[in-house]
T-cell receptor, first 115, second 116 residues
Framework: QQQVKQSPQSLIVQKGGISIINCAYE??????FPWYQQFPGKGPALLIA?????SEKKEGRFTISFNKSAKQFSLHIMDSQPGDSATYFC??????????????FGSGTQLTVLP | NAGVMQNPRHLVRRRGQEARLRCSPM?????VYWYRQLPEEGLKFMVY????????ESGMPKERFSAEFPKEGPSILRIQQVVRGDSAAYFC??????????????FGPGTRLTVL
């Protein structure tokens, strides 16, 4: 019940295209959903995050869409650039665990944007 | 404002040796989380600490692993008698105190442990 399932495992997109990565969760207690970007040899960097009281959040070229009833959320990268090539992780956490807001991560999507 | 710092960045140990990984949280952050990332996998939670307290260690293996966050100095993740299966990237994250809990976690660059 703590799992977060992420797809696809890898994604190849042409420059200027839209990259879409999907995640699904089971634990209805999750109430915080961040996306992290990770380059090889680096730590994950927070990209954008959403709470279930809104269905969409946009920051620049990055948009999170959230469907509470389906327990799914997705990351859309508009106008994808070669510099966006990285591994993307969705994650979730719950306030029910008190102050211990450990993140449950998806398995990651390796995005390649072709020039 | 310096980010989360981890050292060493790379650590090589032989089976049976001890590994000590250090993490200095961002300035003003009082919460530290440790995660482990196996090759080609996502990050898995290990332990959550505040100063001088272990709050949640539900993700820590029962044996050989321990963590601390002393009043002064960095947080330490200690692995005794390492085995090849401990080879992984270990990431530390910190978050600020926000009156109860803070969601946003900032990650360090990680320590890549290789066990020969």
């Amino acid at each position: 019940q703590q799992q977060v399932k992420q797809s696809p495992q890898s994604l190849i997109v042409q420059k200027g295209g839209i990259s879409i990565i999907n995640c699904a969760y089971e634990n209805t207690a999750f109430d915080y959903f961040p996306w992290y970007q990770q380059f090889p040899g680096k730590g994950p960097a927070l990209l954008i995050a959403i709470r279930p009281d809104v269905s969409e959040k946009k920051e620049g070229r990055f948009t999170i869409s959230f469907n509470k009833s389906a327990k799914q959320f997705s990351l859309h990268i508009m106008d994808s650039q070669p510099g966006d090539s990285a591994t993307y992780f969705c994650a979730a956490s719950s306030s029910l665990s008190g102050s211990a807001r450990q993140l449950t991560f998806g398995s990651g999507t390796q995005l390649t944007v072709l020039p | 404002n310096a980010g989360v710092m981890q050292n060493p960045r790379h650590l090589v140990r032989r089976r049976g040796q001890e590994a000590r990984l250090r993490c200095s949280p961002m300035k003003g952050h009082s919460h530290v989380y440790w995660y482990r990332q196996l090759p080609e996998e996502g990050l898995k939670f290990m332990v959550y600490l505040q100063k001088e307290n272990i709050i949640d260690e539900s993700g820590m293996p029962k044996e050989r692993f321990s963590a601390e966050f002393p009043k002064e100095g960095p947080s330490i993740l200690r692995i005794q008698q390492v085995v090849r299966g401990d080879s992984a990237a270990y990431f530390c994250a910190s978050s600020p105190w926000a009156g109860g809990a803070s969601d946003t976690q900032y990650f360090g660059p990680g320590t890549r442990l290789t066990v020969l």
